[in-house]
């Protein structure tokens, strides 16, 4: 089992930055992918950014390209998302997952833990 926790959430004005992370406890041996995805109210859950097991590859949906970045620590079991040049539209809970794969994967069914969320507002 592993136990991923987010934190770094909070409310930002348009055009602000966050820096989101997830720590991970547990079976942290294993090595997972790490995923990020947000869900608005409303809306489905939405693939945001992954990163591979070593670091070395990472995917990230367009409407984020340019404006987030997706990194990891394995020495903290920690993966973290700095978001830049926020928008309204990115307002959403964002949650963490650590995924049955190495390499960055996008499907929400494909990771096999996930952390509780933390809100991100971004006000106009």
């Known amino acids: 089992q592993v136990q991923l926790v987010e934190s770094g959430g909070g409310l930002v004005q348009a055009g602000g930055s966050l820096r989101l992370s997830c720590a991970a406890s547990?079976?942290?041996?294993?090595?997972?992918?790490m995923g990020w995805f947000r869900q608005a109210p409303g809306k489905e859950r939405e693939f945001v950014a992954a990163?591979?097991?070593?670091?070395?590859?990472?995917d990230y949906t367009d409407f984020v390209k340019g404006r987030f970045t997706i990194s990891r620590d394995n020495a903290k079991n920690t993966v973290y998302l700095q978001m830049n040049s926020l928008k309204p539209e990115d307002t959403a809970v964002y949650y963490c997952?650590?995924?049955?794969?190495?390499?960055?994967?996008?499907?929400?069914?494909?990771?096999?833990?996930w952390g509780q969320g933390t809100q991100v507002t971004v006000s106009s």
């Open positions: 990163i591979s097991w070593s670091g070395l590859s990472t």
């Open positions: 997952a650590a995924g049955g794969s190495a390499y960055p994967i996008r499907p929400p069914v494909k990771y096999e833990y």
């Open positions: 547990g079976r942290t041996s294993s090595n997972y992918a």
